[in-house]
């Protein structure tokens, strides 16, 4: 599978790569044998997050909102319903809610007790978001998070941090940037990086799109 | 319970390290770790307020050195054992050791293709009245339970103001424990940074959490 190479990475050393590998395999092996789960059944989701659900969707909603007024205000009233229109909604995608950035407002998406997210806009969460620094800084620090990620707000720009405490999943709207006049849906959808639906970002501006 | 996995405010992480053009999953097992987490939980023996508190009830130095999917298969392992749905010599041997009980039927890629589409709603009818409305000022209340909460430390014994009633959810802190899904009325409360972080902190920063009746109180 194209997904069996394994990347270096300072927080997960070789040895407990292989010695979770094996001991998620002997779980698969028991679960499998003992006729809990059907082997199709494990395909299947790896399938569905690594191809089918992912942040085009989110970034579908979000060059909707805004070409669509109408849409807009509902998007912000019941999100939820919204998004549903789309055909966006199911697992981590129940109850839905759309934050606003605005030039006074800025939103940023967190879950300092595990690591909730919007699957069904955005698909499975980074690395980063699961992260120890981003569930530990974001609520206290989040003109510091903003600074690893590059971004430095005005100073008095009201930074709202969201912390995912239930089962509500919350997606950030980007601002539009300037320059865009007249776009489709389509080209707008290609500005709107996942990281702008977290809050960990701005939408790309016309010049960044190559 | 106040384990390792409630961080918000935690220092010494060092800083977000994102990686450009990341992959879903890192290696193979993780993809497989992910989907054997997701199939047990449309089985149905647990549900996910159990998963999550047997996670964040491991000792906090093993929670902090697994990686993230190593942190779901060693609570499915756990989970497994729990439940009666493997023996530690299985999981030492990495198969099924005979004489043991089939289980009636399994889970199919059907289901899990449906509970992606259809996820599942924490809303139920309330049982009575919210107690807050939006706009009211409440205070979280001091609490430090040995069980499965939600209410982050950071939040504790501070006072912020109810920006949106958001339903009546399935709370976490009965579900967890098998008590039943007890619902109770969520609110958005939204609490001014300076509260939680003290003086010196960024004037410009709101926190908003979710919070079920029972850990709030009238201030």
């Known amino acids: 599978m194209a997904h069996d190479h394994h990347h270096d990475h300072d927080h997960e050393h070789g040895s407990e790569l292989s010695d979770m590998q094996l001991r998620t395999r002997a779980l698969e092996t028991i679960l499998i044998e003992k006729g809990y789960i059907d082997p199709a059944a494990i395909d299947e989701l790896i399938e569905t997050y690594e191809k089918k659900i992912g942040p085009r969707n989110g970034a579908q909603v979000v060059a909707k909102s805004w070409v669509d007024p109408q849409f807009r205000k509902w998007l912000f009233e019941d999100g939820t319903a919204a998004i549903g229109s789309l055909g966006f909604g199911g697992r981590s995608g129940n109850h839905l809610v759309a934050l606003e950035n605005t030039p006074s407002v800025h939103n940023m998406v967190v879950c300092t007790l595990c690591s909730c997210y919007p699957w069904a806009v955005l698909g499975l969460p980074p690395l980063w978001y699961k992260s120890a620094p981003y569930r530990s800084r974001t609520v206290a620090d989040p003109r510091g998070v903003l600074a690893d990620f590059g971004i430095a707000l005005p100073k008095d720009t009201e930074i709202r941090v969201w912390d995912s405490t239930a089962e509500l999943r919350y997606l950030v709207v980007p601002m539009r940037p300037a320059g865009t006049e007249g776009w489709s849906e389509e080209k707008l959808a290609e500005l709107v990086t996942r990281d702008s639906m977290i809050g960990t970002g701005v939408a790309k501006s016309p010049k960044e799109l190559t | ?219």
């Open chain 2, 1 to 219: 319970m106040n384990g390792a996995a409630d961080m918000g405010g935690m220092h010494g992480f060092g800083p977000v390290v994102p990686e450009d053009n990341e992959p879903v999953f890192h290696a193979g097992w993780e993809g497989h770790s992910f989907a054997l987490n997701m199939a047990t939980g449309v089985a149905g023996v647990w549900n996910l307020d159990a998963f999550r508190f047997k996670r964040e009830s491991l000792p906090p130095a093993e929670y902090l050195n697994l990686s993230y999917y190593g942190l779901w298969t060693r609570t499915l392992e756990l989970m497994m054992l729990e439940y009666g749905m493997a023996t530690p010599a299985e999981i030492a041997a990495g198969h099924a050791i005979a004489p043991f009980e089939k289980a009636p039927q399994p889970v199919t890629a059907a289901q899990c293709a449906n509970m992606v589409r259809c996820g599942s709603p924490y809303n139920r009818p309330a049982p009575a009245p919210a107690l807050f409305k939006v706009g009211d000022k409440v205070r979280a209340k001091n609490m430090h339970p040995t069980y499965h909460t939600r209410l982050p430390r950071y939040a504790r014994g501070h006072i912020g103001e109810v920006v949106r009633i958001v339903g009546c959810h399935v709370f976490p802190d009965s579900n967890s424990q098998n008590l039943g899904e007890d619902p109770h009325w969520l609110y958005t409360v939204r609490f001014d940074g300076r509260d939680l972080w003290g003086e010196g902190s960024d004037p410009t920063v709101r926190v908003c959490i979710e919070a079920w009746e029972p850990y709030l109180e009238t201030p």
